[in-house]
């Protein structure tokens, strides 16, 4: 189940790919329910807190009517940035899956750990690995696109 879990994550970030956003994308499932999901909309709902995991957060709350996410657990295809990690604790996530870690903004364990940050009244528990490769390749493919186009405007403007 993780695995398709993580596939629906994936498709969200593919929504965000498709719209020129960073491609990160997540869903929030109780039981075996989706209840939520989102992806990255920084650019085009011009706000700095327009994270997927953010997103998701907020559906499901509205769906479950609370909240408190406690009974529920979420994939991201990208470990979260310390503010989405801060959401995660706040809300009460039981399990955070993870599909690629981020080694330069990542807060469950790449460069912070708050998932486990004992003075904290809630921790969440982290498996990452899940469809990693997959994950990191969207990453990936999106900033070599970027880094391409760039390039090319640069070339033209010569």
């Not at 965000?16 to 909309?41: M, T």
């Not at 807190?49 to 479950?64: D, F, N, P, T, Y």
């Not at 969207?138 to 391409?148: K, N, P």
Request: hydrophobic share 40%.
């Amino acid at each position: 189940m993780k695995e398709f879990f993580m596939r629906e994550a994936l498709k969200e970030a593919q929504k965000a790919k498709d719209l020129g956003e960073v491609p990160i994308g997540a869903v929030i499932v109780q039981g075996e329910k989706i209840i939520g999901r989102g992806y990255n909309r920084r650019e085009i709902d011009g706000d700095p807190v327009s994270h997927g995991e953010i997103l998701a957060i907020q559906m499901a709350a509205k769906e479950m009517i609370s909240w408190r996410l406690e009974e529920c657990d979420l994939y991201v295809t990208i470990e979260p940035c310390p503010m989405c990690m801060g959401a995660i604790l706040n809300s009460r996530i039981n399990h955070l899956y993870i599909g690629a870690m981020n080694p330069r903004f990542g807060a469950a364990g790449s460069v912070v750990n708050l998932a486990d940050y004992k003075a904290f009244n809630h921790s969440v528990e982290v498996e990452s690995g899940i469809l990693e490769e997959e994950c990191s390749e969207m990453m990936q493919s999106f900033f070599r696109e970027l880094r391409t186009k760039k390039e090319k405007k640069k070339t033209r403007g010569l």
